[in-house]
């Protein structure tokens, strides 16, 4: 396996499209949707977290101001194909570290049932359970304190 960068870059990058693709693909694709039919004027005001191996994006992390010291991550997808290898993993704690050191005193995501596991072993505790996309995709609301220790 080569070496996984992990940068993070804005909308105006050459690799934002495959940040795009990415998205697309894991988390758009299997509830029958698509990106074409959004509104992305969000994305450009965003830092993007990817990871890369060989000049690929494997894996991304949006990550997005919304005032009063608070993140917002949203947009986490690692294709399927590297599950399981701590890419979404060191993902988190590259965006973790961004947060402490631009002072913010916050972080917020909305996750889906599947992923909860993953984010409560990083420390995130659910708020709320809301139903956003349908009875077949339900959205957790989670949060912590930026510079929180694991455990």
């Keep these: 396996?080569?070496?996984?960068?992990?940068?993070?870059?804005?909308?105006?990058?050459?690799?934002?499209?495959?940040?795009?693709?990415?998205?697309?693909?894991?988390?758009?694709?299997?509830?029958?949707?698509?990106?074409?039919?959004?509104?992305?004027?969000?994305?450009?005001?965003?830092?993007?977290?990817?990871?890369?191996?060989?000049?690929?994006?494997?894996?991304?992390?949006?990550l997005h101001d919304t005032g009063n010291g608070i993140m917002q991550f949203r947009q986490m997808a690692v294709y399927d194909a590297w599950h399981g290898k701590g890419i979404g993993r060191q993902l988190m704690l590259a965006a973790e570290q961004y947060c402490v050191q631009q002072s913010y005193s916050s972080i917020t995501l909305h996750a889906r049932s599947v992923a909860m596991g993953f984010y409560k072993g990083l420390g995130y505790a659910a708020e709320l359970c809301h139903c956003v996309l349908g009875d077949f995709c339900r959205h957790w609301s989670l949060g912590r304190h930026a510079g929180q220790e694991y455990g």
């Design 1 to 62: 396996m080569s070496q996984i960068a992990i940068t993070h870059i804005t909308s105006k990058d050459t690799r934002y499209q495959g940040v795009w693709d990415l998205r697309e693909e894991v988390l758009r694709r299997p509830l029958g949707m698509s990106l074409k039919n959004e509104d992305l004027s969000k994305d450009h005001e965003d830092v993007v977290f990817i990871a890369e191996e060989e000049d690929k994006v494997i894996g991304c992390l949006m």
